[in-house]
C-alpha cells in the first residue's frame, strides 16, 4: 500500500503522488510569536514531524518550510504594553517556540522564514493581484475581492452568500465589500512601516503565507499543513490570492486536530493553556512527545493530568522493553525496514494509533523470547521496534534522546536516576549478601520496601535489575 492521506480540500483519502518523484514538499504554518508555545501550539509541530520522518523512512527527500510570523497586531499591542520593542517580542516568542520543538525531538525545518524578511515578496504578489483585478488599494490599505475568485470557500466548504463580514468591518471601512480581506495595512502612527507603492504600512497575515510558500517551494508544491483552526479564514485566503495571482499553490492540505481542555481548543485566550516548559516539569519530554504523536493526527486530544500519566506509562512499557533487551543482546540497530503491518498503518493517512498496536504487538513478543533467553528473537524484536519508534521520533537510544538526559526530563531527572541507580543498588548488594548468609527474612524485607516504593525488583540471569512499577 502506498501513502494515503486525508486532503481537507476533497474531503477525501487520496493516494500521495508527489510533484517529483522521490520528493516531498511541505510547508506548515508556524506560530505567531506572541507568546510562549503552550501544548497546543506543539501539537502542530509533532504532528508533521511524523510525517516528515515516516516520508523520509521510505527513502524521500523532504522540504519542510515552516514559517514564523513575526509581524501582528498582537506583538505588537504586548511590546506597548511591556515598554519593549514589537521586534524584541517576536524574537523572544521565536526562541522559545524553537526549543519547545527542540525539546520535543522535532527535526528542525529545512527553511523557517520570517514574514518580516520577506517584504519584497510580499509586496510583488500583491502587485500582481492588483494588476490582474483580484485586489484593490484603498485608502493606504489592500484589500482582496473576493467576490472576483470564483472559487472562494472551497477548502472550507462555505458559500460566499452565507459568509459574515471579515473581523476588522468598522464604520470608516475602505473595503468594497465587507468580506474581502487585507493583504496590506496602512501605517498608524507608532507601528512598524515598510514602505510600498500603496503607502506605508505593514502585510496582512494571510498574504505572508502564500508568498513564502511559493518563494522556497515554488508555485505549486506537494502539501500545505497546520492546525484545524486555520482552515478558514486563513488556508481559504491562502489558496485564494494564490490561484487568482495564477499559482497552482498547494496539491493536498492536511490539518491536524486541537488539544482541549474540557471540551474547548486550548488557548491563552480560555485561559487554560498549559505551557510546555511546566508540563515537561512533570512528565519526560519523550513522554510529553508521545502523547501528542501517538493518537491520530486528526483526532483531538483531551488534555488531563491523568490522560498524560496513563499516555506515559503506555510509552514506558515499550521503553523498558528496549533497555531490557539491550542488556541482554548489546547495541542492535533499528532494522533497515519496519514491519508490513506498522508500514500499512502508517500509509493509511498516518494510523499512528494502528502503528503502535504492532509496535506492542512486537514487543510482547520480545519479553517472551526474553523470558525464554532466545537471544537471537530479541535481537530482531528489539531492531524492530526501534525501527518503528524511530518513526515516531521516540526510539530512546536515538538522538535527541540518547546519552543526553533529554529523554529523563533534561539534567535535573538524569541526575535523579544516577542518584536512585547508586541508592537502590546498594540495596541490591544488601539484599544478595542476606541471601548468600540465606537470611531469607532480611532480603525479603529489603525487597518489599523497595515494592512499597514503587520499585519492582527482577532477578536475572545477568543478576537483579529495578524498575518503576508503571514502566513494566
Known amino acids: 500500500m502506498s501513502l494515503h492521506l486525508h486532503d481537507t480540500a476533497t474531503r ?36 508533521f514531524d511524523v510525517l516528515v520522518r515516516w516520508l523520509q523512512a521510505g527513502g524521500m527527500q523532504v522540504t519542510l518550510c515552516r514559517n514564523v510570523t513575526d509581524i501582528d497586531d498582537k506583538i505588537i499591542a504586548k511590546g506597548i504594553e511591556q515598554g ?50 483580484h485586489a484593490y488599494a484603498s485608502g493606504g490599505d489592500v484589500y482582496f475581492s473576493v467576490t472576483s475568485f470564483d472559487r472562494y470557500g472551497q477548502l472550507s466548504g462555505q458559500r460566499l452568500a452565507d459568509m459574515q463580514s471579515a473581523a476588522d468591518v468598522g464604520p470608516d471601512s475602505a473595503k468594497r465589500d465587507p468580506r474581502d480581506f487585507a493583504l496590506w495595512k496602512g501605517a498608524k502612527p507608532g507601528e512598524p512601516a515598510w514602505d510600498t507603492p500603496w503607502g506605508p504600512g505593514r502585510p496582512g497575515w494571510h498574504i505572508e503565507c502564500s508568498a513564502m510558500a511559493t518563494e522556497f517551494l515554488g508555485p505549486e508544491f506537494d502539501i500545505h499543513g497546520g492546525g484545524l483552526d486555520l482552515v478558514f479564514p486563513h488556508h481559504e485566503n491562502e489558496i485564494a490570492q494564490s490561484q487568482a495571482a495564477g499559482d497552482g499553490f498547494a496539491r493536498y492540505w492536511l490539518h491536524n486536530a486541537w488539544v482541549t481542555t474540557s471540551g474547548e481548543k486550548m488557548s491563552k485566550s480560555l485561559g487554560n493553556s498549559l505551557l510546555v516548559t511546566e508540563v515537561v516539569k512533570r512528565v519526560r519530554p519523550i513522554e510529553l512527545r508521545w ?14 493530568p491523568e490522560s498524560l500519566a496513563e499516555s506515559a506509562a503506555g510509552y514506558r512499557r515499550l521503553e523498558s522493553f528496549v533497555t531490557r533487551a539491550g542488556e541482554l543482546v548489546g547495541d542492535v540497530a533499528p532494522a533497515a525496514a519496519v514491519p508490513p503491518a506498522f508500514a500499512a498503518a502508517m500509509d493509511d493517512d498516518l494510523n499512528v494509533p494502528a502503528a503502535v498496536a504492532v509496535a506492542h504487538e512486537a514487543v510482547t513478543g520480545g519479553n517472551q523470547a526474553l523470558a525464554a533467553g532466545d537471544s537471537a528473537a530479541v535481537a530482531h524484536a528489539l531492531a524492530d521496534v526501534r525501527a518503528m519508534l524511530g518513526v515516531l521520533g521516540v526510539d530512546p537510544l536515538a538522538e535527541p534522546w540518547a546519552g543526553s538526559g533529554a529523554s529523563r526530563g533534561a539534567g535535573a531527572a538524569a541526575a535523579e536516576r544516577t542518584a536512585m541507580d547508586a541508592i537502590i543498588g546498594d540495596l541490591l548488594r544488601m539484599r544478595a549478601e542476606a541471601r548468600a548468609a540465606k537470611d531469607f527474612a532480611t532480603a525479603d524485607a529489603i525487597r518489599d520496601s523497595l515494592a512499597a516504593a514503587g520499585i519492582v525488583v527482577e532477578d536475572t540471569a545477568r543478576g537483579p535489575r529495578w524498575q518503576l512499577a508503571d514502566s513494566r
Not at 21 to 40: F, L, M, N
Not at 105 to 114: D, I, K, N, S
Not at 291 to 304: C, K, T
Open 84 to 133: 519593549r520593542p514589537w521586534w524584541a517580542v517576536a524574537t523572544e516568542y521565536e526562541h522559545a517556540f524553537a526549543d519547545a520543538y527542540d525539546t520535543l525531538g522535532c527535526l528542525r525545518p529545512t527553511v523557517e522564514p520570517r514574514a518580516t524578511g520577506h517584504i519584497p515578496a510580499i509586496v510583488a504578489l500583491i502587485d500582481r493581484l492588483i494588476e490582474s483585478g
Open 291 to 304: 502523547y501528542l504523536a501517538s493518537p491520530h493526527y486528526r483526532s483531538m486530544v483531551e488534555f488531563s
Open 12 to 47: 477525501s483519502v487520496r493516494p500521495f503522488i508527489p510533484l517529483e518523484p522521490g520528493k516531498a514538499s511541505i510547508y506548515v504554518c508556524g506560530a505567531t510569536v506572541q507568546g510562549p508555545p503552550h501544548v497546543g501550539h506543539v501539537r502542530c509541530g509533532v504532528a
